[in-house]
């Protein structure tokens, strides 16, 4: 059975030597802080309390349940100190059971004391841990098994980390001894398995080179010490005693002298290591007292405040950072009470720069004093991480908003694709609906007339005119869907040649003349003496000019004038169409090219379908130029065509 040790202190030494001896004996010992004391309910749960020097008699009172405690502990302090001494004195009468350790006792002679206060003697065997040794190495494997075998010790080997946590699996392992190879972790890994079986599992590694072990990571894990091959057998079980007290500690006193002295050497060595990390570590680490007086900084502080060691320790925390950091750092200290750490954010301004700063702070015990340690991390990197997350994270709300204004365009387009097809194919099947009705009517009273005795010649031939006019009104409607689709599809022929421009427009002129004398509309053209070439579809640009002058002389007065003008821009030909008739509203200027689209002032009374211009821009497309329209500033519409013309 384990037995229980406290150990109440006040920072000093001898307490530290009391525990290490201690723990060699198989002791399982808590370590407190004398401010600590009133957190204890009961003391005489403990097999042996030990008691230092330097504790108020204030805490007698609390001290007083151990005065028949049979395994009582006072280290007493140095002869020189007298305030010290009448404290102790006062102790020592308070609990006259205590048995007094002095300092100047060797390790030697308190070992065999706390033998005696444990009443460890020759028929009090001491359990061997269960040891695991893993190694890839079958020879040194075997050495070293034989080696521990010998030593009276349980041992289990395994030739890799699966083997090992198998033999774990089926043995309660007390103690991990592992090859540690270059850039390997499995022997950490295969360590912090065995912990999650048993808590209480220690390890002791053995390499080659000190650096090829991440000291930190180990300590972290609870690697509790390091061999440097070559080893031989001693140093192992040196490594090993120090680790777990065996019953060979308790049956060679001297060796077990020799072992503390190795132990105070590691621990020696241990500090060094710390030492250099505190003095090293890139992060800065300050110590300071309550009242913010700065007590120590390492290297990293000299760096990060760019001045000495010496102007850090004549300087105050509280005047380092801005009024806000300081501000809150107070507050945090005043709010501490029962906790013992927390994080505060803090600003350093030097040289016109800001430096953002994160410290965790501990509440420590500094010789007897209230004091506090810190850890700065500069996150400059992480503030500006921040600011490009935040920056990123407005340009994708923007992304996102700007996304969205497109989908909701895309939808309120697609709607009104939706509303002028719905209307295309309102007016598709008037358009059709009316030829149709009007072939089948005056086809129905030719057939009548037939059917008398008397036929009027006249009145069939005005029936079989109507007829024709439908006939050729449908089959306009039907070649005009025909070339939208064949131009969607991308099969509509295209076959260019070099034309007289002035040539084609005249022969569209021509083309509708007949609708114009109806109406008694006149056509003004204004165009080159000279023939103009230009590289075109004969066929489609003629259909282009058709259809835009039957459009002006429909929506025309009667007795209105068109006027037709070619004009040479260069590298451009324009031809301008300008009539005297309804007009477009500015807002339908460029929707009336689109399919399915009519103007709202000529969509109903005038007829069509609004398949004219549409095909208009793509045959136009189909010369590379541009087809536009513009409100005239009296009356009507003027309609623009742009060709390129090719000079070479």
């Not at 395994?71 to 302090?77: D, E, F, G, Q, S």
């Not at 002791?204 to 080893?231: C, H, N, W």
């Amino acid at each position: 059975m384990t037995n229980k040790v406290l150990i109440i202190d006040s920072n000093s030494v001898l307490a530290m030597r009391i525990k290490v001896l201690f723990e060699l004996l198989g002791g399982e010992v808590e370590h407190i802080h004398y401010r600590m004391l009133e957190q204890l309910d009961d003391l005489t749960k403990y097999n042996a309390v030990a008691i230092a020097n330097g504790i108020p008699d204030t805490c007698l009172e609390k001290l007083a349940t151990l005065r028949h405690h049979d395994k009582l502990i006072l280290l007493a302090p140095k002869p020189d100190n007298a305030q010290q001494l009448s404290i102790f004195s006062q102790f020592n009468k308070a609990l006259p059971n205590g048995i007094v350790v002095y300092p100047f006792f060797s390790n030697k002679e308190i070992t065999n004391l706390l033998e005696r206060v444990f009443e460890i003697g020759s028929e009090h065997r001491l359990i061997l841990p269960t040891v695991l040794l893993v190694d890839h190495s079958l020879s040194r494997l075997a050495d070293l098994a034989s080696s521990l075998s010998g030593a009276q010790l349980q041992v289990y080997t395994a030739e890799s980390s699966f083997a090992g946590i198998t033999q774990a699996q089926h043995q309660n392992i007390d103690l991990l001894i592992a090859a540690f190879e270059p850039h390997d972790k499995s022997a950490l890994d295969l360590f912090s398995q065995l912990k999650s079986i048993n808590a209480g599992t220690r390890c002791l590694l053995y390499t080659e080179k000190a650096d090829q072990i991440d000291m930190l990571e180990a300590i972290r894990l609870g690697v509790e010490d390091v061999l440097i091959s070559p080893f031989d057998d001693g140093d192992l079980l040196k490594s090993l005693h120090k680790l777990w007290q065996t019953e060979v500690l308790k049956r060679h006193n001297q060796e077990l002298v020799e072992r503390l002295q190795d132990t105070v050497d590691a621990l020696i060595e241990r500090d060094s290591l710390l030492r250099v990390i505190y003095k090293h570590t890139p992060d800065s680490i300050m110590l300071f007292s309550r009242n913010g007086n700065i007590i120590e900084g390492n290297d990293a502080c000299v760096e990060l405040f760019q001045c000495s060691q010496e102007q850090i320790c004549s300087r105050s925390i509280f005047e380092i950072f801005d009024d806000e950091s300081v501000e809150k750092l107070k507050q945090q200290i005043q709010d501490l009470k029962g906790k013992r750490s927390f994080d505060c954010e803090l600003l350093l301004t030097h040289e016109n720069k800001d430096i953002p700063l994160m410290g965790t702070f501990h509440e420590i015990d500094h010789h007897g004093e209230l004091a506090f340690s810190v850890i700065l991390k500069n996150v400059t990197h992480l503030k500006k991480r921040q600011q490009v997350l935040e920056e990123a994270k407005e340009v994708l709300e923007a992304e996102v908003q700007a996304r969205t204004a497109q989908l909701q365009k895309a939808k309120e387009a697609a709607e009104a694709a939706n509303v002028s097809k719905s209307e295309f194919l309102a007016n598709m099947s008037h358009e059709l609906r009316t030829p149709m009705h009007s072939i089948l009517s005056f086809a129905r009273f030719g057939i009548d007339k037939l059917a008398g005795d008397d036929v009027p010649l006249d009145k069939l031939g005005k029936y079989l005119s109507r007829i024709e006019t439908s006939g050729e009104r449908l089959l306009l409607l039907l070649n005009n869907l025909l070339d939208l689709s064949k131009l969607d599809a991308g099969r509509f022929p295209f076959n260019p040649s070099l034309q007289d421009l002035c040539t084609t427009v005249k022969t569209g002129i021509d083309d509708v003349s007949g609708s114009a004398l109806a109406k008694q509309i006149q056509f003004k053209l204004s165009a080159p003496i000279e023939p103009f070439m230009v590289v075109c579809d004969p066929e489609q640009m003629n259909q282009v000019i058709r259809n835009i002058l039957g459009n002006a002389v429909k929506f025309s007065p009667e007795k209105a004038i068109v006027f037709i003008s070619i004009k040479d821009l260069g590298n451009l030909v324009k031809i301008e169409i300008r009539d005297q008739g309804v007009g477009i509203p500015n807002d339908e200027l460029d929707q009336i090219f689109s399919k399915f689209v009519q103007s709202s002032t000529t969509n109903s009374g005038a007829g069509g379908t609004g398949l004219g211009l549409a095909i208009c821009k793509e045959f136009v497309l189909l010369h590379k130029g541009r087809i536009y329209a513009t409100n005239n500033d009296d009356a009507g519409v003027t309609m623009h065509i742009e060709l390129p013309v090719d000079k070479q």
